[in-house]
């Protein structure tokens, strides 16, 4: 009976979305051109999935004025005619001390001043706003002066922006050059309700844009790989690079756009509708970034689905009140490995969405493709322990079939699993507290409505929605590498 709902699920699914092509989503990126801003408009730019609708220009780094004739030449030299550009104010506030060198820097060729939009940019972004039929994702690699004066101007269109990606320092406290050039727009903006993924470099070691790393990014040749390779060897910005001086800033956040999993994000507490990241790892950020310049990455990798399904209108009614914050914290990953546990495991259960993350994490840790790890379990096969198994073949793709997955011997049974990729081994065991948190509440549902009652399998269903939501995969574990 099981299967047969399951099949039914899946059936329903795909015939609700068979014919569905992703559609590409609109972006419009707000910069105040440092020289990583350059970086990560070219890695937008590399997105095929994205539509830019328009570049706007704040001041930071730059006057806005010269930041519109930069990002112009740019797009001139890889012969992209059809981005607008709107210059925004000026603030009339002290130039940062790096400006000199800023300005000193060739983004391209001669700028067909044609691009840039004399309505300003202001202007420009309500009338794009106001021309889509879809919510905009907007990418803000500076002060957030202009959107702040868009929604000031037009409170209503701040339901049609899907979230602003924006790069700070800090909100906890509130620092950082683009919070503290125009702190009364930031201020504005958070209390409007609207969602803001802020994207820090979190003063982490090796971040830096070096020689090295240059060199990997030229090891493939393509327009934009040759634009970002020749500005990056003029002298002024050669001299930066040899001094660390450049760092992976503003790249983070075309990475975090495409692979969500890779950072760590906690919503602040007094203000819900911000996000700021609290972990990543530096490593697999240089290399999604690789992804990128190559364009050899996959926007969706589904093999029945053409894209997962996370509209809400596919899903229970207790699913539907968590399944927005869920996938904003955890990342459509670990979403789409949760779901299919859940529906082949034939009900919602705590250890099996905890199989899910501890597999999904492993990936991560180990940098592990799909169908790649293999996996002994340590949980046995006895309910509910035996359940985190479920959780591990759909996360790792190391299934019964490909002979990947198998249950150790030891006669203490225990939440942890052993890793295997590339020459690579960790085991990863689900901490105790947590463990005894479980363990707790299951006996607590045990004692007030029996074992395996219907009341019973509600409760469960409660409580493992509950942790599905509650338990961070990068806080819940220990990782031993062995």
């Known amino acids: ?167 700070n320092e800090s909100i906890n406290p509130l620092s950082g050059f683009n919070y503290e050039r125009d702190v009364k727009a930031a201020d504005f903006l958070f209390n409007k309700g609207i969602q803001i993924d802020v994207i820090s470099d979190l003063n982490k070691k090796g971040t830096e844009f070096s ?44 990475v975090y756009f495409l692979f969500p999993d890779v950072f760590s994000m906690e919503k602040d507490v007094k203000v819900p509708n911000i996000s700021i990241n609290k972990d990543y790892d530096v490593n697999i950020i240089k290399e999604k970034l690789l992804h990128i310049y190559y364009q050899d990455f996959a926007f969706s990798n589904e093999v029945v689905f053409l894209q997962f399904p996370t509209d809400s209108c596919f899903f229970a009614e207790d699913i539907k009140k968590s399944m927005n914050d869920i996938i904003r914290f955890y990342g459509k990953e670990e979403w789409k490995k949760c779901v299919l546990t859940n529906e082949i495991h034939g009900h919602l259960g705590t250890y099996s969405i905890i199989g899910a993350k501890m597999g999904v994490k492993a990936c991560e840790y180990l940098n592990a493709e799909v169908d790649r790890v293999s996996v002994v379990s340590n949980a046995g096969n006895k309910p509910p322990l035996s359940c985190m198994n479920d959780g591990l073949q759909i996360s790792t793709g190391a299934t019964l079939g490909l002979g990947m997955i198998s249950i150790s011997n030891d006669t203490i049974k225990t939440p942890s699993a052993i890793f295997s990729y590339n020459g690579k081994k960790i085991k990863i065991v689900l901490k105790e507290e947590v463990q005894k948190q479980i363990t707790n509440d299951i006996n607590g549902i045990i004692n007030k409505y029996g074992a395996l009652t219907p009341a019973y399998w509600e409760a469960v269903r409660t409580i493992s929605i509950k942790y599905w939501q509650k338990y961070d995969r990068n806080k819940i574990f220990d990782i031993i590498a062995l």
């Open 1 to 167: 009976m099981k299967k047969i709902i399951f099949i039914t699920f899946i059936s329903i699914l795909f015939f609700s979305i068979k014919g569905y092509s992703h559609e590409k989503e609109n972006i419009i990126i707000d910069t105040d051109c440092s020289i990583d801003d350059l970086r990560a408009i070219c890695e937008l730019i590399a997105i095929d999935e994205v539509n830019i609708l328009a570049i706007l220009t704040s001041d930071g780094t730059l006057s806005p004025s010269e930041g519109s004739r930069k990002v112009a030449s740019l797009l001139t030299s890889l012969n992209i005619l059809n981005i607008p550009i709107g210059t925004g104010k000026d603030l009339q506030i002290a130039a940062p001390i790096w400006r000199p060198f800023a300005e000193d820097i060739l983004w391209g060729n001669k700028a067909n001043d044609s691009l840039i939009d004399k309505s300003g940019a202001v202007s420009l972004f309500i009338n794009k706003i106001n021309a889509s039929d879809l919510p905009i994702t907007i990418f803000c690699f500076g002060p957030l002066t202009n959107i702040a004066a868009a929604i000031e101007e037009l409170p209503e269109f701040s339901t049609k922006i899907k979230r602003i990606i924006w790069y």
């Open 211 to 254: 020689y090295s790393f240059l060199e990997e990014i030229g090891n493939k040749n393509n327009k934009i790989i040759q634009i970002i390779t020749s500005i990056h060897k003029q002298s002024e910005v050669s001299e930066k690079i040899k001094a660390n001086h450049l760092k992976l800033w503003d790249d983070l956040l075309p």
